[in-house]
């Protein structure tokens, strides 16, 4: 051999074939241990179950152990920024809600959706508009413009706290026609169930919350649902038409649930993580899941995700500035 001794030829050969045996091993080896999942909100709660089956889906596809974790606190701030201050290194993803394109504009937290890496959009549930079944009005259009005559403050409605998705909602509804955001007169509630009591006992001309949240009473034939908040029907109710279809109206929201990781995951994990994420939305396992609740599956992948993201920032942003709630820019 010339210029190279046998020694040497020897010693490089065992160094390729041992790098080209590592190489692959590295890029399958994650996870390599388990996994948490954080959510920002308490067990028991919708958020948390959905976790629950994602990480149990993870798993089985993985081979490694998705532990939910539940970080609750400050309206949600201190699980989302335990997700987005963890290391990127693929062992803490979470659950982002909604908030999460909120809660910055109240200044209770500096955290936006740019501080994650965005995986997949799991679940998404727009608001209904809801009646009881004394009301006057059959259709949304009916009950449209009965609102746009009367005085501001005269109809009442519910569905969250003040601020919440549900009260952000409406606001946006009442802008999409026109109309100023203090026109419906928000009561608040500690959620979606009070404000559906109420609304049968009257109290209430009506309440904005996802149609999920409202199936109990609308199935005990006390409340109806007149219209959805989103582009298209909902399979699970598809006898609710949309704003856009009953008032031509083209508007809407919704509550929503995604997978995320720290800013600044590997590529290849991220990769990793969204396949198996595709794998977990389209099996039969979560679609009867959520299903059996009422709940709305959607798939967006990380870079639709990131997007939508980044459009429900925006739109939030112009609700609570619309009602008064913002506190930052």
């Given amino acids: 051999m010339s210029g190279i001794t046998r020694?040497?030829?020897?010693?490089?050969?065992?160094?390729?074939?041992?790098?080209?045996?590592?190489?692959?091993?590295?890029?399958?080896?994650?996870?390599?241990?388990?996994?948490?999942?954080?959510?920002?909100?308490?067990?028991?709660?919708?958020s948390d179950a959905t976790a629950h089956i994602i990480a149990t889906l993870l798993e089985k596809e993985l081979g490694q152990p998705f532990n939910v974790v539940n970080r609750t606190g400050?309206?949600?701030?201190?699980?989302?920024?335990?997700?987005?201050?963890?290391?990127?290194?693929?062992?803490?993803?979470?659950?982002?809600?909604?908030?999460?394109?909120?809660l910055h504009w109240q200044a209770l937290t500096h955290l936006t959706p740019r501080n994650f890496t965005a995986l997949a959009l799991m679940n998404e549930d727009p608001p209904g508009i809801q009646v009881s079944t004394s009301s006057p009005y059959k259709t949304v259009k009916e009950l449209a413009d009965a609102i746009k005559v009367a005085p501001p403050g005269k109809f009442k409605a519910s569905g969250?706290?003040?601020?919440?998705?549900?009260?952000?909602?409406?606001?946006?509804w009442m802008q999409a026609m026109g109309l100023p955001a203090n026109q419906v007169l928000?009561?608040?509630?500690?959620?979606?169930?009070?404000?559906?009591?109420?609304?049968?006992?009257?109290?209430?001309?009506?309440?904005?919350?996802?149609?999920?949240?409202?199936?109990?009473?609308?199935?005990?034939?006390?409340?109806?649902?007149?219209?959805?908040?989103?582009?298209?029907?909902?399979?699970i109710f598809p006898d609710v038409p949309t704003l856009k279809e009953a008032l031509g109206v083209d508007y809407s929201t919704s509550s929503w649930r995604g997978i995320a990781a720290p800013r600044g995951l590997a590529p290849d994990i991220a990769t990793k993580l969204t396949a198996a994420l595709k794998k977990v939305h389209d099996s039969p396992e979560f679609r009867d899941f959520m299903a059996r609740r009422g709940?709305?599956?959607?798939?967006?992948?990380?870079?639709?995700?990131?997007?939508?993201m980044d459009q429900a920032d925006a739109q939030m942003g112009q609700a609570m500035k619309a009602a008064g709630f913002a506190k930052a820019s």
Avoid: K
């Fill in 7 to 46: 020694r040497t030829f020897a010693a490089s050969s065992v160094a390729a074939a041992t790098s080209a045996l590592l190489t692959p091993a590295r890029a399958q080896a994650y996870p390599a241990r388990p996994v948490s999942l954080i959510v920002p909100w308490g067990a028991g709660g919708g």
């Fill in 74 to 102: 400050g309206s949600g701030v201190v699980g989302h920024a335990e997700i987005a201050t963890a290391p990127p290194d693929g062992y803490t993803i979470g659950m982002l809600t909604v908030e999460i394109s909120m």
């Fill in 160 to 172: 969250t706290g003040q601020g919440g998705i549900w009260h952000l909602a409406l606001v946006g």
């Fill in 186 to 235: 928000w009561s608040s509630s500690n959620g979606a169930a009070p404000a559906m009591q109420d609304l049968v006992a009257g109290s209430l001309d009506l309440t904005t919350c996802s149609v999920p949240e409202a199936r109990a009473t609308i199935e005990a034939g006390q409340a109806r649902s007149l219209a959805i908040m989103a582009p298209e029907r909902n399979p």
């Fill in 295 to 308: 709940f709305g599956t959607v798939w967006r992948d990380a870079s639709q995700f990131a997007t939508f």
